[in-house]
């Protein structure tokens, strides 16, 4: 064991990154001036250290001095720490005896001066090696995968995400609030740009995810609390009475007609009404009724019951109770959706007011065929036909000042596709689009844009709208033609606003709770824009759909596989393998202070309550290092960052 | 008790039923109002450029002199008055480089005594603190609808009134406005506690045409008949405004508005404090109903025959 004061052979290997380094650092200098320093065995510098014949220097270096530890003065230890562990395994060195010098992200990159960065680089490489030598070897610590996935919501992302896990062979939890799982895709008409019917293609991803001996459908359920790490969650949830027992209904609606109480049928987006006894919509699954316990009038028999009378299978059940129960898996997809913004938010479009002014998600009702319409285009005031229809686009996207600063990336196309829907239908209709830039980045997508121009004779004008208010029957739109500087005013019979997509107020609570990160609009974060899309920060949950921004079908059914085959990644490791840089606790030396407790953001420390020492959870520390700056006695000690370790780097630096 | 009141320049020339019913509707709800002295006009116009600091000193001056006299806040009847000294002090207290340069140009000032021809100098910086609040606003937060109730006299239950909020009140939003600029409710609000039925109309928010009745009047009349057109098309029996300029060209410009629209016979308007000294039985002739191009009193009049007794 080389132990912490004993000699080692350190070996120093200084790296010029082309120019990046020795642009401005004397590589040769640095390379030098260390030889003579105390265990440095062997030091030499060259052009790509991370090259293949750098590599190959490193490896036959370590055999042929027989060195005990390495040093490598090159670029940030995020970039290639790994590369470098991996060679020195191979030379037969413990990957925790590497230490990288960081001379080039808090070195050259950061400096003019040549002969004070080459200063500074030579004293950050000495540092090294007083580190070094106190290295221990260290093994990973080992944790056992539960190879089962939650996934919540359950849209097309969430089906999709739990399918893909599905066939890979591991089981999946879906879990959706609602009564049916669906998500906002079941809503829609059609979709662009090939105009599939959106419920001829949905639902039999719907009954394939309902079918799946690996899918356990939970409708109905929320989740509480997620508790745990990466591999071995815990997952509280809850149960939502239904009142109805969903083996049991057989679906002959005879409650609903019994049902005194109406309300406004959200399927629907409130333009038509169901009781609150209730089937969501006719394909929904599972395929039984749901009692809105908010809308009945009340479990007792005395007030109301109906329902329960008339049920001949007795599936109505009025004593159900909301349960939690616990749930073990190893993985969790975040596929919670998104809402529309609300038209009350622009108050000059009158969006509340105004029967006949929608949102786009209603005009999908009123477009698609199980409609409130039965996929006839009237309007929700007096149910005419609309002869002059008016899209506004970019309703509360792409204004930083009052609304949204991101583009809500669907609505060009969705608006292209229900102004050419609509010309379908009412081909002596007049369809006008206001637009600010038509956004049409996608396969097929401009051609669509372009048939809707020149085959159903939509009109677009590039220009915002100031103002649309209602006068008679009317609905009078005020904009801008930018193109031709003019006033424009319409007398339309029914407007649509595209409504920009946010984030899902319903599940805040929920991200909050399971600490999992935003970006400044609400949307998830991922790990890495570019590298890490759907994966989030937080080891072991990963993102799919909308609620990680705005996206289109294909690219989040994209997502969705992507994150599943994230998830196979995870469930195919025999074991999972943690960082052993964690922070123990010397016994001896604790006072049971509880200090690091408090300080510790993975919540990987408790007191022990008979022993009154600090226990900590290794798997839980992340080696973040809280605890060991927090505690008064010296008993927390991070592994090869040791208290000695740290001052002896420092003496190294001020010694000059 | 005593409040500080501006009622700037034109309520004391055109359009004194503002300032008569105002003043004798808040006697009513038990308040004296008091004028600062030597107030001058406010400027009328907010100054937009940005070095034009001496459009400030007026506005300053009179909001300085609230001061002086120990009053903390000031209210204001006029739209354009409220807006600029609003405006003003949102000016000063931005921007300190601002607020520090005109506190040295009014420290020059001279107060001669006409009597005793005693010289008042060296004057106190104004701290840019004087609250200042539009009399509906006054109403609601200080005063408070559920005082107000139990002093109505006169019931105006079926009067159709179309409140007319024009520009000064709501924008810009970020500095005076007093309710939300797309979708407010305060003078709704102000109309459905005095007991009338409020009429929404498109054109609340819309402009009567403001200062074109100077440059370019057949503009200003185009604009003012959408506002009247609007209102009368929605079921409106009467406008309710604040402002002493959208007054004008709403009512007296009626005369130019019929014969550039046949469709036009004229339509009553009415100062939002005439509606409420009204409804407090404050007297008739009090209100200058007279004054009026179009004779609001028949609305009223209506009204009138279903006065509950005093």
Known sequence: MNGSGKKKNVGLFVCHCGVNIAGVVDVERVAKEMEDYPDVEFSTNYVYMCSEPGQKMILDTIKEKKLDAIIVAACSPTLHEKTFQNVAELGGLNPYQVEIANIREQGSWVHSDKEKATEKAIKVVKSMVEKVRANESLEPIEVGVTRRALVIGAGISGIQAALDIADHGYEVLLVERNPSIGGHMIQLSETFPTLDCSQCIMTPKMVEASRHPKIKIMTYHEIESISGFVGNFKVKIKKKPRYVDENLCTLCADCEKVCPQVVQDEFNMGLSFRKAIYLPFPQAIPGTYTLDIESCLGLWPIRCGKCKDVCDVEAINFDEKEEIFEEEVGAVVVSTGYDLYTMQALGEYGGEKYEDVVDGLEFERILSASGPTGGEVRRPSDGKVPKNIVFIQCCGSRDPENHNPYCSKICCMYTTKHAMLYKHRVPDGNAIVFYIDVRTGGKKFEEFYQRAIDEDDVLYIRGKVSKVFQEGDKVIVWGVDTLTGKKVEVEADMVVLAMSMVKTEKVEDLLRKLKISTDADGWLAEAHPKLRPVESLNAGFYLAGCAHGPKDIPETVSQASAAAAKVGNLFAQEKLLHEPTIVPVIEELCSGCGICVTVCPYGARELDAIKKVVKVNEVLCEGCGACAAACPSGAAQQRNQTDDQIFSMVRAILKG | ?310
């Open chain 2, 1 to 310: 008790m005593r409040l500080h009141y501006y009622p700037g320049c034109t309520l004391k020339e055109k359009t004194t039923n503002l300032d008569n019913s105002t003043r004798a509707a808040m006697e009513v709800l038990g308040y004296e109002l008091v004028e600062p002295e030597n107030w001058t006009c406010c400027g009328a116009e907010f100054p937009l450029t940005e070095e034009k600091i001496v459009g400030l000193a007026a506005p300053t001056r009179i909001l300085r002199q609230v001061e002086l006299e120990g009053g903390d806040k000031v209210v204001t009847t006029c739209s354009f008055c409220f807006n600029v000294l609003k405006r003003t002090n949102e000016a000063l207290l931005r921007d300190p480089l601002k607020h520090k340069r005109i506190n040295t140009y009014l420290r020059d000032d001279i107060k001669i005594e006409p009597l005793t021809k005693k010289k008042t100098t060296d004057f106190p910086e104004y701290s840019g603190k004087v609250w200042v609040l539009h009399l509906m606003e006054f109403i609601k937060n200080e005063i408070g609808y559920d005082k107000v109730h139990p002093l109505l006299k006169r019931e105006l239950k079926g009067l159709k009134v179309a409140p007319y909020y024009g520009c000064r009140l709501l924008r810009p939003a970020e500095e005076v406005g007093i309710d939300e600029p797309d979708n407010p409710h305060i003078f709704e609000e102000f109309l459905e506690n005095l007991g009338c039925e409020v009429v929404d109309f498109p054109f609340k928010q819309e402009c009567c045409g403001s200062y074109l009745s100077i440059s370019l009047p057949d503009a200003a009349s185009e604009a003012s008949y959408q506002v009247l057109r609007s209102a009368k098309l929605n079921g409106a029996d009467v406008i309710a405004l604040s402002c002493p300029l959208c007054y004008y060209n709403l009512d007296r410009r009626q005369d130019r508005i019929k014969e550039m629209y046949f469709d036009f016979n004229g339509f009553p308007i009415l100062f939002f404090t005439q509606i409420l000294a009204w409804a407090l039985g404050v007297d008739e002739d009090i209100l200058g109903l007279d004054q009026h191009y179009f004779d609001p009193r028949p609305v009223l009049g209506i009204t009138h025959k279903a006065e509950v007794a005093s």
